[in-house]
C-alpha cells in the first residue's frame, strides 16, 4: 500500500506531481490554510503531512495521527511545529534549509534600500499628483547606504548570504550570534560584535534569527533606544523576534528612522495597524522567498524530503536527526 500525504493547501505544482509518484496524496488544492478542524479531521490517518508555516502542528495534532512518520513543513522556519513532541514521538521533520537562502537575502536588500531610499514613498508621491516641482534640493531626501555599517543578527546562511552582498556596497559588517563565527570573520571579512554594541554602532540592523523562546522579542524598547537615530531596521525573520508596540513607537517618535519589514507579530497584519500609518517603514506580506524559482524548489524539496524519509533513507533536509535514535529508518520505511 502506497503512503498517505496530506498536503493542506495550493503548492506549486511540481511537489504535488513528484509525491503522486510514490504516495497517495489527500491534496487540498486551495489558497488559504485549512481551519483546525479541518486540520484535526484530515490527519487522522496519513504517514505524511506535507504544511506550510501556517498550519500549527501541535501535540494534539501529531496525537491525532497515530500513523504519522514524517511531518515537511515548505519553510525553513519550523517555529509553527512541536519539533520536541515530535522527536519523542518518533516523527521525522523535514524543511526547506538552502534552497531559500539567496532570495531571501535579495528581499532583505531590498527593504533595506527601499527603506533607506524612500523608494515606495516616491512612488506613492508620484500615483498621488505630489510631484509638482521638477527637482528640488530638499525633496525627499534619505539615507546613504554605500560605506555604511550593517549589524546582521543571526549569521546563519541567510545572515551569511546578506553579509556577502554588503561587499559591494563597500559596508562595515558587524554581526552578533549566540556562536561566534570565526571561519566566517575571515572569509567574509565581517567582525564580531556583542548585541548592545551591534545596535549602537549600526546605520542599518538586518534580522536573521529562527524565533525560538530565546530570540522572542530579542528587540525591544531598550534595544531600539540604543540604535542611532538614524538607523534602519530590516526584519526577514520573525515578526515576534521584535515587540511590535516598541517598535511602532519608535518609528513614530523617531528613536530610529525607519524600518522595512516582511514579517510581523500577527499575519496578515490588520489593516487598522498604526505601523501602516507610517511613511518611514516600508512594508511586504511575508514574501521574502518568494521568487518563483525558489518556491518551486522549496515545494520540491519537502516531497523530496518526505519520500526520502519514507523510503527509509535520511534525507539531507532533516531538522530533527535525534529522531533516528526514537525510531530508525527501517522502521519508518513504507516505499
Ligand atoms: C519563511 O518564513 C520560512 O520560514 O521559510
Given at each position: 500500500m502506497k503512503p498517505k500525504v496530506y498536503v493542506t493547501r495550493k503548492i506549486p505544482e511540481v511537489g504535488i506531481e513528484l509525491l503522486k509518484k510514490f504516495c497517495d496524496v489527500d491534496y487540498r488544492d486551495e489558497v488559504p490554510p485549512p481551519s483546525r478542524e479541518e486540520l484535526l479531521d484530515a490527519v487522522e490517518d496519513v504517514d505524511a503531512i506535507y504544511c506550510t508555516l501556517n498550519e500549527k502542528i501541535d501535540e494534539e495534532v501529531m496525537d491525532k495521527a497515530g500513523k504519522l512518520k514524517v511531518i515537511g513543513t515548505m519553510s525553513v522556519g519550523v517555529d509553527h511545529i512541536d519539533v520536541d513532541h515530535a522527536t519523542s514521538k518518533g516523527i521525522y521533520v523535514v524543511h526547506t534549509p538552502g534552497v531559500l537562502t539567496e532570495t531571501v537575502a535579495d528581499h532583505a536588500w531590498a527593504l533595506l534600500l527601499a527603506t533607506a531610499r524612500r523608494i515606495v514613498e516616491a512612488d506613492r508621491s508620484i500615483r498621488n499628483g505630489e510631484w509638482k516641482i521638477p527637482w528640488a534640493p530638499t525633496m525627499l531626501l534619505g539615507y546613504d547606504v554605500y560605506g555604511k555599517t550593517l549589524g546582521v543578527i543571526g549569521i546563519g546562511r541567510i545572515g551569511s548570504a546578506v553579509a556577502r552582498r554588503a561587499k559591494g556596497f563597500n559596508m562595515k559588517v558587524l554581526y552578533y550570534d549566540i556562536v561566534r563565527r570565526e571561519d566566517l570573520e575571515k572569509e567574509l571579512g565581517i567582525k564580531y560584535a556583542e548585541l548592545d554594541e551591534l545596535l549602537r554602532e549600526s546605520d542599518f540592523v538586518t534580522l536573521h534569527v529562527p524565533l525560538t523562546p530565546e530570540t522572542k522579542g530579542l528587540i525591544k524598547e531598550r534595544e531600539l533606544k540604543l540604535m542611532k537615530r538614524t538607523a534602519i531596521l530590516v526584519n526577514t525573520?520573525?515578526?515576534?523576534?521584535?515587540d511590535q508596540k516598541a517598535l511602532t513607537r519608535a518609528l513614530q517618535e523617531g528613536w530610529i528612522a525607519g524600518a522595512g519589514l516582511d514579517v510581523f507579530e500577527k499575519e496578515p497584519i490588520s489593516v487598522d495597524d498604526p505601523l501602516l500609518k507610517l511613511d518611514n517603514v516600508v512594508l511586504t506580506p511575508h514574501i521574502g522567498s518568494a521568487s518563483h524559482d525558489t518556491r518551486n524548489k522549496m515545494a520540491e524539496y519537502v516531497a523530496e524530503g518526505i519520500i526520502k524519509v519514507l523510503k527509509g533513507e535520511k534525507p539531507d533536509n532533516l531538522f530533527n536527526p535525534d529522531v533516528i535514535k526514537v525510531r530508525s529508518l527501517d522502521e519508518v520505511k513504507m516505499i
Open positions: 525573520s520573525r515578526g515576534a523576534v521584535v
